[in-house]
């Protein structure tokens, strides 16, 4: 889908697009932290928090107007710059930049995460639950006993979990 048909395209292929490009976001954010075991410190939960209580009064109806009248398919370009941007701070090696628009991504993340729980669809925890699970079961060589001998092992097992589930999504 280029980056301007999502105004004439379904629904699910734009909700399909809003899932492919988080799930690279969230594949490429967890690939960044993996190893530091402190990640997650009381702060960042605090302002991870703060962020999703922002968002929600954002979308109050005494928040801004503007947030109020968006709903996925409006803010799908906003998703799309958003992702270039991240794309292009890592082309350029800017981490001061790619820091920024990391939040900008994840911000998006989120505003798509509580509009659908304001439509009763699905929560930033049901996002948070389900990629914590894929990623265990695709890293089966670190959360279980599998064993490999190189990174061309993981890929390939990577690929063959992920048509699996697939497979198993849309017997």
């Not at 928090?49 to 409006?74: F, N, P, T, Y």
């Not at 941007?85 to 994840?106: H, R, Y």
């Not at 060589?141 to 490999?148: D, G, K, M, P, R």
Request: hydrophobic share 35%.
């Amino acid at each position: 889908m280029s980056p301007t048909s999502y105004q004439t395209a379904p629904p699910r292929a734009i909700y399909a697009l809003l899932i492919s490009h988080y799930l690279k976001f969230v594949n490429f954010f967890v690939i960044c932290t993996l190893g530091y075991q402190n990640f997650m410190s009381k702060n960042t939960e605090n302002l991870f928090k703060k962020l999703v209580e922002i968002c929600a009064r954002l979308r109050r109806k005494d928040g801004c107007m503007w947030d109020i009248q968006q709903d996925h398919s409006s803010l799908v370009p906003y998703l799309v710059e958003e992702t270039q941007e991240v794309k292009d701070a890592i082309k350029k090696k800017d981490m001061t930049n790619l820091c920024e628009e990391l939040g900008d991504l994840l911000y998006q993340v989120l505003f798509h995460c509580r509009i659908a729980e304001e439509n009763g669809e699905f929560s930033i925890d049901d996002v948070i639950k389900g990629i914590n699970d894929k990623i265990i079961r695709r890293h089966p060589h670190v959360f279980s006993n599998q064993e490999v001998s190189s990174v061309e092992d993981i890929v390939k097992n990577w690929e063959k979990i992920k048509k699996e589930e697939k497979e198993n999504k849309n017997p």
